[in-house]
């Protein structure tokens, strides 16, 4: 691990420059605080200093804080060094208040403490298209080196409160505008231009500004709490099951009422307070899960270099087809889209304009960026323009003979370098190629819809996938700006598999006599965007219904069939887009609760046989008094059982990949660290004993897997899965 270095150079002009040097993004632990403290004093006393610059090496300011360190803190209770000073007397006493002006010359980034560092200085100057902003929410924490109490006195109440709970970054031209940087200049003269503005502070030629004594951004206080409530009820709206964001508010108001050093001594200690509670623990994990996905063991550490994918195809246009081949526009990829004929054609055509017209007009990309990735897409009815495209990805209905003479007829009509991608969600890819010689060309490319949006991909190989080929797939998921997660080819794959047990939970408690609009507000209050049930009509019954005979298939030991949907399908109730389904929509996207359901309801619970008649009212009376916590539990606990036996079947390489698939995958809340984290923080010894309990109860749906019930015998987290230890690939 690299060593973090703080050096200086002293120029014939009087400005000393310190470069904080701690590869890869010169994150502040405390060994590069108490570097800079040793540094700044020394420089203070200097008599041949006359003013300061501070910069990072390798073009990069400050990453922020030493997430690593946290962890520590985390775990062990402290990082591993003591700090010389705090770091409340680093920023305030040390850098901007102490007797030379100091000069933040920034390149690449300054994020969280590393614009926290940069505010502290008297001055800031960047290059263009560096990026600024407080990110440390991301992390369930709040800035603890002065940032709630700096920002607002530089960029305004509003706009630092707005910047602080999306943790928005601003480019250099942003910054500059709404002040919270002082120049922006050319990368060749930024150096020159931060000594030059260092030494006019200390002439006099500019003013010396020491930003935490600023207030004439703040405005009258009755205003700033108004400001400040306004935002605390748009927070308890927003923020559920979290603290830090009201915590952030508290801190801020303290600097407002008390003053700003009276914040900067609360935002320190309620920093460190959080820094240790679950969320953090989880939404750090989440962080590292999320980049080391890509560094894949066996795979990635080959010296295999990724092939440039120069031109792509679509077979399909729907729904996911077109929202891949917008994935592929937007990335500057030349793509094909096929369909089997022209209705069909347009259409594709057409949701792909949409999508990048959607893009645009909120903000994300530009108009004239939206005009030329429409340019980069061409609609075909044949493969004849498929002779020279790097790769092609099937995306057209989950249907097993369509999709094997699809994969016959690209062999046929592809190069043979280009890759052979399916879009599949659930098939095993063994049973899609089986009619091509190409296995090692074969591999499944998952996106989750809406492809253009969402940032999973599943890599899906078979025992006879080329190492190339993943290679090639990941580099493209880093052009589409995906987190890849590889898995092994098998019904569901890694996200789907591990997440069929939960619509299936849901249906096992309404056929039980729960209500499921009760269960679905109980879900969503865990934090789930929405419950199983309005999500099921957002999926639409006729995935629902098809999908479930691939697990019944796959796994028919431990699934339940409620009859429920089919009930519903069978009266042409789909879903969402029939306007009903679990719920009735009156011409918009609004979910209503439907006085229908409950005859379906009836029949379906007849049907499931889970009630006795002669013990009916008994049963009843229990399930009157089930609480949200055993419907969470209910739901989730299957979840996380299947998550073991994933684990142990090494579908993924690590329980940290199916994390970070169950949050970007199905939405699981990033604070709870995702599926196999939250089992672990659980235990697995309470979950293996409510499982059997329900399995004495309800049935083997409920049965504890092997592995499950080795980690609770024997007290090993969920996360050392699979416990033999064998290669995960």
């Given at each position: 691990?690299?060593?973090?270095?703080?050096?200086?150079?002293?120029?014939?002009?009087?400005?000393?420059?310190?470069?904080?040097?701690?590869?890869?993004?010169?994150?502040?632990?405390?060994?590069?605080?108490?570097?800079?403290?040793?540094?700044?004093?020394?420089?203070?006393?200097?008599?041949?200093?006359?003013?300061?610059?501070?910069?990072?090496?390798?073009?990069?300011?400050?990453?922020?804080?030493?997430?690593?360190?946290?962890?520590?803190?985390?775990?062990?209770?402290?990082?591993?060094?003591?700090?010389?000073?705090?770091?409340?007397?680093?920023?305030?006493?040390?850098?901007?208040?102490?007797?030379?002006?100091?000069?933040?010359?920034?390149?690449?980034?300054?994020?969280?403490?590393?614009?926290?560092?940069?505010?502290?200085?008297?001055?800031?100057?960047?290059?263009?298209?560096?990026?600024?902003?407080?990110?440390?929410?991301?992390?369930?924490?709040?800035?603890?080196?002065?940032?709630?109490?700096?920002?607002?006195?530089?960029?305004?109440?509003?706009?630092?409160?707005?910047?602080?709970?999306?943790?928005?970054?601003?480019?250099?031209?942003e910054a500059l505008k709404v002040g919270l940087v002082d120049d922006v200049v050319a990368h060749s003269d930024l150096l020159a231009a931060a000594r030059k503005w260092a030494l006019d502070i200390h002439?006099?030629?500019?003013?010396?500004?020491?930003?935490?004594?600023?207030?004439?951004?703040?405005?009258?206080?009755?205003?700033?709490?108004?400001?400040?409530?306004?935002?605390?009820?748009?927070?308890?709206?927003?923020?559920?099951?979290?603290?830090?964001?009201?915590?952030?508010?508290?801190?801020?108001?303290?600097?407002?009422?008390?003053?700003?050093?009276?914040?900067?001594?609360?935002?320190?200690?309620?920093?460190?307070?959080?820094?240790?509670?679950?969320?953090?623990?989880?939404?750090?994990?989440?962080?590292?899960?999320?980049?080391?996905?890509?560094?894949?063991?066996?795979?990635?550490?080959?010296?295999?270099?990724?092939?440039?994918?120069?031109?792509?195809?679509?077979?399909?246009?729907?729904?996911?087809?077109?929202?891949?081949?917008?994935?592929?526009?937007?990335?500057?990829?030349?793509?094909?889209?096929?369909?089997?004929?022209?209705?069909?054609?347009?259409?594709?055509?057409?949701?792909?304009?949409?999508?990048?017209?959607?893009?645009?007009?909120?903000?994300?990309?530009?108009?004239?960026?939206?005009?030329?990735?429409?340019?980069?897409?061409?609609?075909?009815?044949?493969?004849?323009?498929?002779?020279?495209?790097?790769?092609?990805?099937?995306?057209?209905?989950?249907?097993?003979?369509?999709?094997?003479?699809?994969?016959?007829?690209?062999?046929?009509?592809?190069?043979?370098?280009?890759?052979?991608?399916?879009?599949?969600?659930?098939?095993?890819?063994?049973?899609?190629?089986?009619?091509?010689?190409?296995?090692?060309?074969?591999?499944?490319?998952?996106?989750?819809?809406?492809?253009?949006?969402?940032?999973?991909?599943?890599?899906?190989?078979?025992?006879?996938?080329?190492?190339?080929?993943?290679?090639?797939?990941?580099?493209?998921?880093?052009?589409?700006?995906?987190?890849?997660?590889?898995?092994?080819?098998?019904?569901?794959?890694?996200?789907?598999?591990?997440?069929?047990?939960?619509?299936?939970?849901?249906?096992?408690?309404?056929?039980?006599?729960?209500?499921?609009?009760?269960?679905?507000?109980?879900?969503?209050?865990?934090?789930?965007?929405?419950?199983?049930?309005?999500?099921?009509?957002?999926?639409?019954?006729?995935?629902?219904?098809?999908?479930?005979?691939?697990?019944?298939?796959?796994?028919?030991?431990?699934?339940?069939?409620?009859?429920?949907?089919?009930?519903?399908?069978?009266?042409?109730?789909?879903?969402?887009?029939?306007?009903?389904?679990?719920?009735?929509?009156?011409?918009?996207?609004?979910?209503?609760?439907?006085?229908?359901?409950?005859?379906?309801?009836?029949?379906?619970?007849?049907?499931?046989?889970?009630?006795?008649?002669?013990?009916?009212?008994?049963?009843?009376?229990?399930?009157?008094?089930?609480?949200?916590?055993?419907?969470?539990?209910?739901?989730?606990?299957?979840?996380?059982?299947?998550?073991?036996?994933?684990?142990?079947?090494?579908?993924?390489?690590?329980?940290?990949?199916?994390?970070?698939?169950?949050?970007?995958?199905?939405?699981?809340?990033?604070?709870?660290?995702?599926?196999?984290?939250?089992?672990?923080?659980?235990?697995?010894g309470y979950i293996f004993s409510k499982l059997l309990n329900w399995t004495n109860m309800y049935g083997n749906f409920f049965k504890p897997s092997e592995a499950l019930e080795k980690c609770a015998t024997q007290k090993i987290p969920l996360a050392q899965?699979?416990?033999?230890?064998?290669?995960?690939?």
């Amino acid at each position: 691990m690299a060593r973090a270095k703080v050096t200086v150079d002293k120029g014939a002009d009087g400005v000393a420059v310190i470069t904080v040097d701690y590869p890869p993004v010169n994150a502040i632990s405390t060994e590069v605080q108490n570097a800079l403290f040793r540094t700044f004093t020394q420089l203070h006393s200097d008599q041949g200093v006359k003013a300061i610059v501070l910069k990072g090496a390798n073009g990069k300011f400050c990453g922020g804080g030493d997430i690593r360190g946290f962890q520590k803190i985390q775990e062990k209770g402290f990082d591993g060094e003591e700090l010389v000073v705090s770091g409340f007397t680093l920023m305030n006493d040390v850098i901007e208040g102490g007797s030379k002006p100091v000069v933040a010359a920034i390149q690449g980034f300054a994020l969280g403490g590393g614009l926290e560092l940069a505010m502290a200085c008297n001055a800031r100057i960047t290059a263009p298209d560096v990026q600024l902003g407080l990110v440390e929410l991301q992390l369930g924490i709040i800035p603890g080196l002065g940032g709630t109490q700096r920002l607002p006195r530089l960029v305004g109440l509003q706009r630092a409160i707005d910047m602080l709970l999306a943790s928005k970054t601003l480019d250099s031209k942003e910054a500059l505008k709404v002040g919270l940087v002082d120049d922006v200049v050319a990368h060749s003269d930024l150096l020159a231009a931060a000594r030059k503005w260092a030494l006019d502070i200390h002439e006099g030629y500019r003013p010396w500004h020491r930003s935490l004594q600023s207030i004439d951004k703040i405005g009258s206080l009755p205003k700033a709490l108004d400001v400040l409530e306004n935002a605390r009820a748009k927070v308890k709206k927003t923020y559920t099951n979290v603290s830090y964001p009201s915590v952030l508010l508290d801190v801020i108001k303290e600097g407002l009422v008390n003053g700003a050093v009276a914040g900067v001594i609360l935002e320190g200690k309620a920093c460190q307070d959080l820094i240790r509670t679950p969320e953090a623990k989880g939404l750090m994990h989440v962080f590292f899960a999320q980049r080391s996905s890509s560094r894949v063991p066996g795979i990635t550490d080959r010296g295999l270099i990724p092939h440039p994918i120069r031109k792509a195809a679509v077979v399909g246009g729907a729904l996911m087809g077109s929202g891949i081949a917008t994935a592929l526009a937007l990335s500057k990829i030349p793509v094909i889209l096929k369909e089997v004929d022209s209705k069909q054609l347009d259409a594709g055509i057409r949701k792909i304009h949409a999508n990048l017209k959607n893009r645009a007009s909120s903000g994300k990309i530009t108009e004239e960026e939206a005009r030329r990735s429409i340019a980069l897409v061409k609609g075909v009815l044949d493969y004849e323009d498929f002779y020279n495209v790097d790769i092609v990805i099937e995306a057209v209905t989950e249907n097993i003979p369509l999709k094997q003479k699809i994969f016959y007829e690209l062999e046929q009509a592809c190069p043979s370098h280009c890759i052979l991608a399916t879009n599949t969600s659930s098939i095993d890819l063994e049973v899609i190629g089986a009619n091509i010689k190409s296995q090692d060309r074969l591999i499944g490319a998952h996106f989750f819809s809406p492809a253009h949006v969402m940032r999973l991909l599943e890599i899906v190989r078979t025992n006879k996938t080329s190492l190339q080929t993943i290679v090639d797939l990941l580099g493209l998921s880093k052009s589409l700006k995906k987190v890849p997660v590889v898995v092994k080819s098998s019904p569901g794959f890694a996200v789907n598999r591990v997440f069929f047990p939960y619509g299936m939970g849901a249906h096992l408690l309404a056929d039980l006599g729960v209500d499921p609009y009760r269960i679905d507000a109980v879900i969503k209050s865990f934090g789930m965007p929405m419950g199983p049930f309005r999500m099921a009509d957002l999926g639409g019954f006729q995935t629902g219904i098809l999908v479930g005979k691939i697990w019944l298939q796959a796994y028919p030991d431990r699934v339940y069939a409620s009859q429920l949907m089919n009930l519903m399908y069978n009266d042409k109730r789909l879903g969402e887009s029939s306007g009903k389904g679990y719920y009735n929509y009156h011409g918009s996207r609004k979910e209503h609760p439907a006085p229908e359901l409950k005859q379906y309801l009836d029949r379906s619970r007849k049907l499931s046989g889970l009630s006795p008649p002669d013990k009916l009212r008994i049963f009843s009376l229990q399930i009157a008094d089930i609480t949200d916590q055993e419907i969470t539990e209910m739901i989730f606990f299957p979840v996380i059982n299947e998550a073991c036996r994933v684990l142990e079947e090494k579908v993924v390489i690590s329980s940290s990949d199916l994390d970070i698939a169950s949050v970007l995958g199905m939405a699981f809340p990033a604070y709870r660290g995702g599926i196999a984290f939250w089992g672990d923080h659980i235990g697995a010894g309470y979950i293996f004993s409510k499982l059997l309990n329900w399995t004495n109860m309800y049935g083997n749906f409920f049965k504890p897997s092997e592995a499950l019930e080795k980690c609770a015998t024997q007290k090993i987290p969920l996360a050392q899965l699979p416990l033999q230890g064998a290669s995960r690939l």
